[in-house]
């Protein structure tokens, strides 16, 4: 198994690990702005009466 | 009579064991109802796959090509992605994004529960599975079968029968793995924080745009995502836009019922012995376990560092369901959470993780689909 071991590769995996963290929280945390905004651009009517 | 039994001589050793992996699958589906809507076709499809020159499959015989059942499936619905696409369409209207919409700052759980599946992309690396079939097997950690599928299959990985093994059994596995690897990374006073619900009214205009504009962002930001966060959007404007109640229910259930039994028939195409039967196999399955560990660690200890700077503490518990399995994860949560306590309900919060865990899944699927295809 161990002979197949690619040091190239593996000295690329923790730009992949670390952009990879980073790119999944940058969209997501774009979400979570856009559903802030959502909420209080667009509030329920129920609530206010 | 020598003609009539020649196949018997064609059984190897590989095919029985095939035959007894494929009886296990039935038997956990029927008997430990672990996931039973693919085990079962999966467990029945690697017994019709694994019959000596079987005609379910592609079979080259005196020099002919005769095409099987299975990988005309294959090519028609997994090779081109159509078929976890069509079933990402079915689970988005069933998703409520209500928990989630009301409470949004549970979609940062979801991402740093996304850890297991680089983690193991590296690990996999390591062990001298190469850049494509690493990051294949990493995406077992998206705890999500679809991404699963279309991950692996874009990469062309050899691995995929087992992945879609490994990546449905740990799904259904998450009420055994998750909680003492949740107890290992917590103590117990972190585990009985209370976090009081707050019920917050979400407009429908906003359960509306949400799918749309997630769609948008996401395919602006992680373009190789945006098939499946799309199908996984559309399913779930059809649920909220309340005008299309026929086509939300047939989504839901007869074209995700349809989709299922099809796709889970077959992925075993791709468990023939002489793909399936191999040490890699075994250290597939594994890694799937690490990948979950991983994504468990990876989201309860995101809430203990929330937990520094935050006033209103949240209990670590939350982020373990920001992986994908939904709705075992957060049920596994809330659960844990009564038994520390019964009068500590963690569901809603859970459930917001949870399915920010869906989406976070898809959006990680797609940048390792982009970072991994620069570095081949």
């Not at chain 2, 018997?8 to 589906?29: N, S």
């Not at chain 2, 086509?247 to 796709?263: G, H, R």
Request: charged share 15%; proline share 4%.
């Amino acid at each position: 198994m161990f002979n197949r071991f690619d040091l190239d590769n593996f000295l690329q995996t923790p730009r992949v690990v670390l952009l990879g963290m980073l790119g999944v929280f940058v969209a997501l945390l774009v979400i979570y702005v856009s559903i802030l905004l959502l909420n209080r651009v667009f509030r329920d009517k129920k609530k206010k009466d | 009579m020598a003609d009539i039994f020649s196949n018997v001589l064609e059984i190897r050793w590989e095919m029985v064991l095939m035959w007894v992996i494929g009886a296990l699958l039935i038997w956990l589906a029927i008997s430990k109802d672990m996931e039973p809507t693919l085990l079962l076709p999966m467990g029945f499809g690697a017994i019709l796959a694994n019959l000596p020159t079987s005609g379910a499959i592609t079979q080259i015989i005196n020099g002919n090509t005769e095409e099987g059942v299975l990988d005309v499936l294959f090519n028609a619905g997994i090779a081109n992605e159509l078929f976890p696409l069509l079933l990402f369409i079915g689970i988005g209207a069933m998703i409520d994004f209500g928990p989630l919409l009301s409470n949004p700052k549970m979609l940062l759980f979801g991402a740093a529960a996304q850890f297991g599946i680089f983690f193991t992309f590296a690990l996999a690396v390591l062990l001298g599975f190469d850049l494509k079939d690493a990051a294949s097997i990493g995406i077992i950690g998206a705890a999500d079968g679809p991404t699963s599928i279309f991950v692996a299959n874009y990469f062309n990985s050899n691995y995929i029968g087992a992945i879609i093994v490994a990546a449905y059994s740990y799904m259904a596995l998450v009420p055994i793995i998750q909680p003492p690897v949740i107890r290992l990374f917590t103590t117990k006073k972190e585990r009985l924080i209370k976090m009081p619900y707050e019920q917050k009214n979400v407009s429908t205009t906003v359960r509306i745009l949400f799918p749309i504009i997630t769609t948008a962002i996401v395919g602006i930001l992680s373009p190789r995502s945006v098939a499946l966060v799309g199908f996984l959007m559309f399913g779930n404007l059809l649920r909220e836009c309340k005008v299309l109640r026929l086509l939300s229910e047939s989504a839901q259930k007869e074209l995700a019922n349809l989709v299922t039994i099809l796709l889970g028939i077959t992925i075993a195409s791709k468990m023939r012995y002489d793909l399936f039967v191999r040490v890699d196999t075994l250290i597939i399955i594994l890694l799937g376990l690490v990948a979950f560990t991983f994504d468990t660690i990876g989201g309860v200890l995101f809430a203990k560092l929330i937990n520094l700077f935050a006033k209103k503490k949240i209990n670590p518990m939350v982020g373990a369901a920001g992986i994908s399995a939904f709705p075992m994860s957060s049920r596994v949560v809330h659960k844990m959470g009564l038994k520390e306590d019964p009068t500590n309900f963690l569901l809603m919060h859970a459930a917001g993780a949870n399915v920010a865990g869906q989406i976070a899944s898809v959006v990680a699927g797609g940048v390792m689909i982009s970072l991994v295809e620069k570095l081949i």
